[in-house]
């Protein structure tokens, strides 16, 4: 993905996070179920991504139906703010958000998006973690 490209909002026709409200408002209910009935399995239907399956999609599409503009995000993939993936993430969030800030720096954060760990720094009420 090119550093320098911006998405054009106006010729685009995304909504704000690239997903259209009815899916966010799909993923938002299902994480309402999952959480209200224990050990129910929630069935989701996966939107298709400008990205392939397995590298993170499942976790963005959550993270990007709770994302607003005053957010700050952190992602992290295999314990690092600098793999490939967590970087193309945080690039794709930078393109289809405008407005969120992202940054490596967990007490920054207001959403964290994580695989395979959680931070080792103790998160407060106001940060919310998508762990995938």
């Known amino acids: 993905m090119n ?5 054009p909002q106006d010729e685009a026709a995304y909504s ?3 997903l259209d409200e009815y899916a966010k408002r799909e993923v ?3 994480i309402l179920k999952a959480i209200s009935i224990p050990g129910y399995q929630t069935p989701y239907a ?3 991504m400008p990205m392939g399956r397995g590298f993170g999609t499942g976790g963005l599409q959550v ?21 490939v993936n967590a970087v193309n993430l945080r690039q794709f969030v930078e393109l289809t958000c405008p407005g969120v800030d992202t940054t490596e720096r967990t007490q920054e954060a207001t959403l964290i998006q994580s695989r395979h760990r959680i931070p080792e720094t103790p998160l407060t009420e106001d940060q919310v973690l998508v762990l995938q």
Do not use: H, M
């Open 63 to 83: 993270t990007l139906s709770l994302i607003g503009p005053d957010d700050n995000l952190k992602v992290i993939d295999q314990g690092a703010d600098d793999s």
């Open 46 to 48: 996966s939107r298709e």
């Open 16 to 18: 704000f996070g690239f």
């Open 3 to 7: 550093p320098g490209y911006e998405l």
């Open 28 to 30: 938002r209910r299902c």
